[in-house]
């Protein structure tokens, strides 16, 4: 019996995170780990978390609409709601003595 069961079921591998549709429409986010799975009205889509590295930061868009600055570490990116990060280098402007 637990050989059937299993068809039902989808386990998010660590570091990625599941995106549910119910009939093409956004329903939920999915952790790392074994989850059930409606076959007939869900679809998941698996994607990969995104890391920033500690001498980077990333700005988070969605529909083309500023969301928010991420710091280094660990990410998620909702690709049903068309977020996306851009990751850029952290850098230091020198302070020029004399100009305001």
Known sequence: ???FLSVFHITIPEYHHGIVMEFER???VLG???H???VFTESIEIV?????EEDHFGIK???K??????DP???FVNTALREQVQIYELSIVPKIIGVF
């Open 48 to 52: 990969p978390d995104i890391f920033i």
């Open 65 to 70: 609409q500023f969301h928010s600055i991420l």
């Open 36 to 38: 059930p799975k409606n």
């Open 26 to 28: 956004f329903l939920k």
């Open 32 to 34: 790392p780990g074994e």
């Open 61 to 63: 868009t969605g529909g």
């Open 1 to 3: 019996m637990g050989r």
């Open 73 to 75: 570490g660990q990410h």
